[in-house]
């Protein structure tokens, strides 16, 4: 079912449909009536084989994005829980880094161990409630996140780029449209970031370009565990030098200006070039662990602003751990929106309390690579900006120094941005990053719907009336847990489904996304809340009412086609200043049918559990947990057995599902039906030998890899 690199992006429309329990989804017919087609041949089974899930098919449905093979990422607050995971999948320990009390651990496999089969395995031994493995707050496959390049060259301002670009000694602040659109001038006249460490979380900056010289910092490179000095050229590839320059230049005359030309560059490489091993060729990328590592780097040196020009689709439970810490040590991240030009998921800039950037043109239009979202904060300028480029990149033709160029994306707004959280910081150094950010938003220039909208967010960022603008109060947080209603019944208190989506809304439109992990901890991004564990963090949001929904694309976990049946909505109302605690449970209800015609006596059978159940429960057995309709054994020619889950049962169990035809003497044709919270599948009719055990997992049209409904 998976390849070894998995490649995920989830639409607003696609997460919609998910989250609205649309069955069409799962139509196994494209006719829409499954029973009206020809009864399909039954593939016997073994009644007496052991039910077991296969650690490989289980791991799979965990993981959500592109990765990197034969490594594990483990966050964990105990050192013995570490220990346990590492022995459980054989493997090796290859770094740590702490995060107050929350550690993390790059766990690489033995040859043969797949990242699906380690998951797998780690999970079921995390989530056996009869020996549970405690201290363990998530595992998860190294996620790779790629750089944001700039997109080709779009409409390039009036201005044009002369000739004495290559000149290092001219002045070359007129072609610097992205200033005048923001008010810099007017801006420096009330700070210009002194004082102030911006971490460039990037590819390294040119600490010897003319304009940056003595203005980069010690940095850090996490991969190679490497301290990268000051002043020197870090940069292997060009993208964080002119990130870099969008925020330092020096305003000297010469060569560009940065937004806020007094702050001091710290160069965080988390893109290195790679070669690939066996094929070759060189990309850029960067894993979960090593990005996190370089964030948590940064904030423990004294980074006041981080900026982010990187990201992808996939959410990582490590790097919304990382943004958490540097909220909680008040840092301010700053996020490129990304340059697909669609209402595209993006991480890390979907996280709460990040300022997330999109691109616009110079006549205050958002550009055409812009991403789309609820999550934006505000827009910067993007296209055509003019910035430092390494040294050693040369003109063509000549072999002369470019040293500047021309680049659009949203990695060239993002920095726009730091460089004003950067002047804001200056001026007001004890708010928090929250309301840094809400000063931002609310000064910024209206430029495409009337209020927030999902191309600019709150607009165009306004240096010049942000730097004079009072301080708003400050953000909200709040925790939300997603427990099964069954699970107070049974177990006394609340135990929270993990790895579940958690999603923000307003005005119909999602504005801040985390997700549930495995177990709570005692540090920002895996708290441990009044409730227990298992607990979505959203902190320094926005004020006001959302609704809140549960569930989404993860809730197909395990293959286990759970989507759409456990979706789960609340409100949440904040005030400024205010946590909030919310519970949001779901229900999960299971029924099962089975209607035949032909004489015999055909049952239902069902295994209640995979945890705990040592055998399948018929009408004639009786059931656990469930309850049977009656043994109904077809005396009129043709018959109907259904079986009833209800609470209180166990939670995080496969319910599988067969059919008993061990009492007939004759053939029959069966047609099986499903609901799972009000959604309705049908499948079948098949044709059922006399004398026989079907399984449906071994059937051609059976729904998933792993033998049944997951029941939450």
């Known amino acids: 079912m998976r390849k070894k690199y998995i490649s995920i992006a989830v639409s607003l429309l696609g997460l919609a449909l998910l989250l609205t329990g ?29 039910a077991q899930i296969d650690p490989e098919l289980f791991g799979a449905g965990f993981i959500r994005g592109e ?21 459980l999948v054989d493997g090796t320990v290859a770094d740590t880094f702490s995060m107050g009390e929350l550690k993390a651990a790059l766990v690489e496999l033995p040859a043969g161990m797949s990242v ?30 790629e750089l944001i390049d700039p997109e080709p060259e779009g409409t390039v301002p009036t201005k044009g780029l002369g000739p004495m670009v290559y000149d290092p000694g001219a002045d070359l ?8 659109a923001v008010g810099a001038e007017d801006a420096w006249a009330h700070a210009t970031g002194a004082g102030v460490i911006v971490a460039v979380v990037d590819t390294g900056v040119d600490g010897t370009h003319p304009d940056l010289a003595g203005k980069v910092l010690a940095g850090y490179a996490p991969r190679t565990d490497t301290v990268l000095p000051a002043g020197t050229d870090s940069d292997q590839h060009g993208h964080g030098t002119h990130v870099a320059g969008i925020i330092a230049a020096e305003d000297d005359g010469e060569g560009i200006v940065g937004l806020a030309p007094d702050v001091q560059i710290m160069p965080i490489r988390i893109f290195e070039y790679y070669t690939h091993p066996t094929d070759g060729y060189g990309f850029w990328f960067v894993g979960s662990y090593y990005a996190a590592w370089g964030i948590i780097w940064a904030v423990d040196n004294g980074a006041q602003v981080l900026n982010h020009s990187w990201g992808g689709a996939v959410y990582s439970q490590l790097i919304k751990a990382a943004f958490d810490y540097t909220l909680a040590n008040g840092a301010i991240p700053v996020c490129a929106a990304g340059n697909d030009g669609e209402a595209w998921i993006h991480f890390p800039s979907a996280y709460p309390g990040v300022i997330a950037v999109g691109a616009t043109r110079p006549d205050d239009t958002v550009t055409d690579f812009s991403q789309l979202g609820g999550w934006l904060s505000v827009a910067a300028p993007g296209e055509g900006i003019l910035s ?19 680049w659009p994306g949203t990695s060239m707004a993002s920095p726009f941005a730091a460089a004003l959280a950067a002047l804001l910081r200056e001026l007001h150094p004890a708010v928090t990053p929250y309301q840094i950010k809400r000063i931002m938003e609310n000064t910024a220039v209206d430029i495409e719907a009337p209020g927030f909208d999902t191309s600019s967010g709150y607009g165009r960022i306004d240096a010049a009336a942000a730097v004079t603008a009072p301080v708003p109060s400050d953000g909200a947080s709040a925790y939300i847990y997603a427990p099964t209603e069954s699970s107070e019944t049974l177990y006394g208190v609340w135990i929270t489904v993990p790895y579940v989506d958690v999603v923000l809304l307003k005005d119909g439109e999602i504005r801040y996304w985390a997700q549930t992990d495995l177990e709570g901890v005692y540090w920002f991004g895996f708290p441990s809340g009044s409730y227990g564990p298992g607990v979505a963090a959203f902190y320094g949001i926005e004020p006001g009412s959302y609704q809140v929904l549960v569930g989404g694309d993860d809730q197909a976990r395990f293959w286990s086609r759970t989507a759409n049946r456990v979706t789960a909505t609340g409100t949440l109302s904040v005030g400024p200043g205010d946590f909030q605690e919310l519970l949001v449970p779901i229900n999960t209800e299971l029924q099962v049918r089975i209607d035949w015609t032909g004489a015999g006596d055909v049952d239902l059978a069902i295994w209640e559990g995979d945890w705990y159940a040592t055998a399948w429960s018929t009408p004639k057995t009786g059931a656990d947990w469930g309850t049977f309709s009656g043994d109904d054994d077809a005396a009129d020619g043709d018959g109907t057995e259904t079986y009833t889950l209800g609470f209180p049962h166990w939670d995080l169990d496969l319910y599988r599902i067969a059919i008993d035809a061990g009492n007939a003497s004759v053939a029959t044709t069966v047609t099986v039906t499903i609901i799972q919270n009000g959604v309705t599948e049908v499948y079948g009719p098949y044709n059922v030998p006399a004398n026989s055990f079907v399984n449906l997992w071994d059937q051609t049209d059976w729904w998933d890899v792993l033998e049944g409904p997951w029941v939450f």
């Open 173 to 180: 602040r007129p072609y610097q449209w992205g200033l005048d």
């Open 116 to 145: 699906a089969r380690a998951l797998g395995v780690v999970l079921r031994r995390v989530m056996d409630r009869r020996d549970p493995l405690r201290g363990v707050a998530f595992v998860e496959p190294n996620y790779m996140y």
């Open 22 to 50: 649309c069955a069409g989804l799962f139509s196994q017919d494209d006719g829409g009536c499954p029973a009206c087609g020809p009864a399909l041949p039954a593939v016997p089974g073994d009644p007496t084989a052991p």
């Open 67 to 87: 990765y990197i093979p034969g490594e594990l990422v483990v966050g964990y607050t105990e050192e013995a829980a570490l220990a346990q995971v590492v022995s």
């Open 388 to 406: 430092s480029v390494p040294t050693w990149h040369v003109q063509e033709g000549t072999g002369d120094p470019l040293l500047y160029d021309y």
